[in-house]
């Protein structure tokens, strides 16, 4: 079968615009979550995560007028710009698909009356169109919106296209942004935190949500690989825990399958993996059920973190950064810390990353849980590895 | 009418519903319309009441979900073999044009006042199109392959080619798959049963594109 490289990358974050000036803080420990109390976002004073607008703006008037586009479009061109100048890839050719995976979209103009945009622009497939129309792109794109998951059912979605052939190279690109829409309904379900997020900790009370955009370009074009030992998409599955809309499976179920299915797919038999990318909300229940599912799956020895203390809850972008993060730490060798995470506070003992480690990682699972009560998984390896 | 296949290799479309305004079109036949109530909620009731649909859930689920889970009901109504299969091989894949935003709509309606601000979790949870899917899955219990896609129009290349990929693959056995859209008061449901053909039956309908717009028409 042909192998699916991972090309080229970018993340756009509170932690910077490209995937190596984000790879950099998350090695040095450093957040991007910060205190807001801007009125447009927030009631009372909150935590989140931001991208810099005067960066946005400014990087973005080099590529087209910042007015022409939403925040959350410019974060999307930007990215994917940023990733294709890493290759030779002309995504205005037929053989390039992109895949988008966003939660709420533009969301942000729902709460602005006065927004100057046509009113079929709060549409999820018109991001697509107008991103799309900015690569000049006449491939019809795939768009998907499944919740939290979403970033990791975008690639496994990207990567069937390049299995089946049909396509040579796929843009995968996932984001959502930040507005007063998010946030209140997560508080409104009392599972925001006061603090930044503690994933796995015992003293974890809730989410910090985030902004940002990820791309990740696949290819089965071995060409358009520049390193010796490249780091391949090995399989990946979506399931759902069909037990409650709004809360996680009460025994890992749901999330338990779909590690198997990933792992079933890759053609993985053994449990010697490297590393654990998890979801890590830092909601009880999620991690509760996590611990459960990596514990079902005989993981429980893995190292694993979230990175979601670094970043919050990037909804639609979560998935593909924290991909993208795998790939760097294979191409580093080192594990990110679990910002945050100091007292054990999940029912089963998995190996929690509690410090930065320089080590040997040739592959890495990301996982992923979300409303709707979807769960979904990836497995990335280097080439040579299993 | 669509092309019958006797081919027993291919993936077949089981039962059909297609759920708009104010009918509901089972196996391309109209099987109910009520002009007594023609309005959305209504007639959604309507159609709940007509086929027995016992399933308390469905009032408190919002208008997206409404429709879409009516045609699933329909469409499994008569086919328990489903039931039968791994939980974890019946996949569900949706596509939808304008996500949740009905529901996004009401649920601004509750944050932009400041001196009446009321988020509700409730009305919150709804704001996400995949939830539809949740519903689905959660009342017939399916843990397979679940994706919601977004598209300006149903593209029934794109789904049938996508849920082909699964059924071929073996990441699933049968699907519920198709497309539910509400905005405004105007809503369509087109829901198929797929499952792979074990028998040779006549009169199967094959998962084909060009079938599947023959149906829709």
Same mark, same amino acid.
């Given at each position: ?303 694993? &973190? ?81 | ?211 599947? &717009?023959?149906?829709?028409?």
């Amino acid at each position: 079968m042909n192998k699916i490289y991972t090309i080229a990358d970018n993340i756009i974050t509170s932690l910077g615009f490209t995937s190596q000036e984000n790879f950099s803080a998350l090695k040095a420990g450093k957040s991007g979550i910060a205190k807001t109390s801007d009125p447009k976002i927030t009631q009372a004073p909150l935590q989140v995560s931001q991208v810099n607008s005067e960066r946005l703006n400014s990087d973005f008037s080099e590529l087209g007028n910042p007015e022409d586009y939403t925040r959350l479009e410019k974060m999307m061109i930007l990215s994917i710009n940023n990733a294709l100048a890493q290759t030779e890839i002309d995504p205005s050719k037929e053989d390039t698909l992109f895949v988008f995976s966003s939660v709420k979209g533009n969301i942000d103009l729902i709460e602005d009356e006065n927004h100057p945009f046509d009113k079929d622009r709060i549409n999820l497939w018109a991001i697509s169109d107008s991103v799309c129309n900015f690569f000049n792109s006449k491939v019809k794109p795939i768009f998907i919106s499944n919740a939290c998951i979403s970033g990791v059912t975008a690639i496994n979605t990207g990567a069937q296209y390049l299995k089946n052939q049909k396509y040579k190279h796929v843009i995968v690109c996932g984001g959502d942004v930040i507005s007063e829409f998010t946030p209140s309904g997560f508080q409104s379900f009392k599972a925001v935190s006061e603090n930044p997020c503690k994933p796995f900790d015992a003293n974890r009370d809730g989410i910090t949500l985030g902004e940002g955009v990820g791309t990740i370009i696949l290819s089965t074009d071995k060409n358009l690989v520049k390193e010796e030992n490249p780091v391949i998409f090995r399989g990946g599955a979506n399931t759902n825990d069909a037990n409650h809309i709004s809360g996680p499976s009460r025994t890992g179920d749901g999330l338990y399958y779909a590690i198997r299915n990933t792992l079933n797919e890759a053609g993985k038999s053994d449990t010697m993996i490297d590393y654990i990318s998890g979801h890590g909300t830092a909601t009880p229940y999620n991690d509760e059920m996590e611990s459960k599912a990596i514990k079902w799956a005989e993981l429980d020895h893995v190292p694993v &973190n979230s990175l979601k203390s670094y970043w919050g809850h990037t909804l639609g972008a979560a998935g593909l950064i924290e991909c993208i993060a795998g790939i760097h730490s294979i191409k580093e060798n080192c594990l990110i810390k679990t910002l945050g995470y100091s007292e054990h506070g999940v029912s089963e003992p998995i190996n929690i990353i509690k410090e930065f480690k320089e080590t040997e990682v040739r592959n890495f699972l990301k996982t992923a849980s979300g409303f709707g009560g979807s769960n979904a998984a990836a497995y990335f390896s280097e080439l040579n590895a299993d | 009418m669509p092309t019958k296949t006797t081919n027993n290799m291919e993936n077949i479309i089981r039962k059909y519903c297609i759920i708009k305004p104010h009918k509901v079109i089972v196996d391309g036949k109209v099987e109910f319309s009520d002009p007594e109530n023609t309005e959305y909620g209504a007639f959604m009731k309507s159609i709940y009441k007509h086929y027995e649909v016992k399933y308390p859930k469905y009032f408190k689920m919002d208008n997206l979900c409404k429709v879409a889970f009516l045609a699933s009901e329909i469409i499994l109504q008569g086919n328990e073999q489903i039931k039968e299969l791994d939980p974890g091989k019946v996949g569900v894949i949706l596509q939808n044009s304008h996500s949740s935003f009905d529901t996004d709509s009401k649920y601004n309606d509750t944050i932009k006042d400041k001196s009446n601000y009321f988020p509700s979790p409730a009305v919150f949870v709804y704001t996400l199109p995949n939830v539809m899917i949740g519903e689905i899955c959660i009342r017939n219990k399916f843990q397979g392959e679940n994706t919601c896609f977004i598209a300006k129009e149903f593209d029934t290349e794109f789904i049938s080619e996508y849920v082909t990929g699964l059924l071929d693959s073996d990441k699933i056995d049968a699907c519920v798959t198709g497309w539910a859209d509400y905005i405004d008061g105007e809503y369509c449901a087109m829901m198929f049963l797929v499952e792979k053909s074990k028998e040779n039956i006549k009169d199967n309908i094959s998962f084909k594109p060009e079938l599947l &717009n023959q149906l829709i028409k």
